[in-house]
C-alpha cells in the first residue's frame, strides 16, 4: 500500500481519537505524518511509526495563529511541505445558549474553525506549486443539522462546511480538491466525557447512558470507528477521487438521513 508514499500528511489533533485513526490509516499508504495534539505523544507516534513512515510532531495550540504558522513552517522544514491536510482539532461544550461561557464560545470556534483558515491559507501555496494536494476537514453531523446545547460547536461545524466549499471553488481548476467529512457518533474521549456526564446527570449506568446516546440520534446503534473515517481520509487522497470537490459526506449510520 503505497499510494502516498513521498508525500506528507498533517493531521492536527491527531494524539488521541479520529486524528490518530486517520494519521494511520494515511501513514498505512506510506505518507510521511507530522503529527499534532495535546496530552501523550510517544505512544501514539510509535503506531504511527509502525507503517514505517516518518514522524514528526508540533505541538502548536490551534487556538493561536502564530503557533499554526510556527507549525506550517516546521512541516515544510522537516518534510518540504504538506501535501495531505486534515483539519480535526477540536474540542466540545456543551450548555443551554443563556449559560454558554463566552471564553468557551471563543475557543471552540478557534479551534474548531478558524484553525482550519489558518492552516489551509498556508498550505494552498505548496499544493498549487506540486498541482496536487488534498484537504480533508473533520466536520460533523453537526456541520449538516443541529442539536441543542451545542451552539458553538453546531456554529464552528457548519462554519467548516462553508470554508470548504468556498476553498473548493477557488482550487476547483487545479490539482488540489477540498472535502469535508461529517462524523455521526464516534467514541473517543471527547464523546466518552458527554456519555459520562450524561450517566452522571440521569443516575444510569454509563452502558444505558451509552444505548441513549446512539438511540436518540444513530438508527444504526453503533459508532462509527477511526479506522473507518482513516479509510473515508484515504479514499479521498485516492485519484478515484480527483474530481470530488466541496463535499460534505456523511458517515454517520444514517443520523442526517432523518
Ligand atoms: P479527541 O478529544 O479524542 O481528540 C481531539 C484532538 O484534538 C486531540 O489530539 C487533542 O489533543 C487535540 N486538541 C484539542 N485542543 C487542541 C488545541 N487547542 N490545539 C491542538 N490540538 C488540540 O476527539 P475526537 O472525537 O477524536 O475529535 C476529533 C475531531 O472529530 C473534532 O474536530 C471533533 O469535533 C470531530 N468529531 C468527533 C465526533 C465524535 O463522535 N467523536 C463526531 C463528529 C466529529
Same mark, same amino acid.
Given at each position: 500500500m503505497t499510494m502516498l508514499k513521498g508525500k506528507t500528511a498533517l493531521v492536527t489533533g491527531?494524539?488521541?481519537g479520529i486524528g490518530l485513526g486517520i494519521a494511520i490509516e494515511l501513514a498505512r499508504q506510506g505518507a510521511d505524518i507530522v503529527m499534532n495534539g495535546f496530552g501523550e505523544v510517544d505512544g501514539p507516534r510509535a503506531s504511527i511509526a509502525a507503517h514505517g513512515v516518518r514522524v514528526a510532531y508540533h505541538g502548536a495550540d490551534m487556538s493561536k495563529p502564530g503557533e499554526i504558522e510556527d507549525m506550517m513552517k516546521f512541516a515544510a522544514g522537516k518534510? +518540504? +511541505?504538506? %501535501?495531505v491536510l486534515v483539519n480535526n482539532a477540536g474540542i466540545q461544550h456543551v450548555a443551554p445558549i443563556q449559560d454558554f461561557p463566552p471564553e468557551r464560545w471563543d475557543a471552540i470556534i478557534a479551534i474548531n474553525l478558524s484553525s482550519a483558515f489558518h492552516t489551509t491559507r498556508l498550505a494552498i501555496a505548496h499544493m498549487k506549486r506540486k498541482n496536487w494536494g488534498r484537504i480533508i476537514n473533520i466536520a460533523s453531523a453537526h456541520g449538516l443539522v443541529a442539536s441543542k446545547d451545542k451552539a458553538a460547536y453546531v456554529a464552528a461545524k457548519h462554519g467548516i462546511v462553508g470554508l470548504t466549499k468556498v476553498a473548493a471553488l477557488e482550487l476547483a481548476a487545479t490539482g488540489v480538491t477540498v472535502n469535508a467529512i461529517c462524523p455521526g457518533w464516534v467514541l473517543t474521549p471527547l464523546v466518552q466525557k458527554q456519555i459520562d456526564e450524561r450517566a452522571a446527570r440521569e443516575g444510569i449506568s454509563v452502558q444505558q447512558a451509552t444505548k441513549e446516546l446512539l438511540g436518540e440520534k444513530e438508527p444504526s446503534l453503533q459508532f462509527t470507528t477511526p479506522e473507518q473515517l482513516g479509510g473515508m481520509a484515504v479514499f479521498f487522497c485516492?485519484? @478515484? @477521487? %480527483?474530481?470530488?470537490?466541496g463535499a460534505a459526506w456523511a458517515h454517520d449510520g444514517g443520523w442526517t438521513a432523518q
Open positions: 491527531s494524539t488521541s518534510f +518540504g +511541505g504538506v %501535501d485516492s485519484p @478515484a @477521487a %480527483d474530481n470530488v470537490r
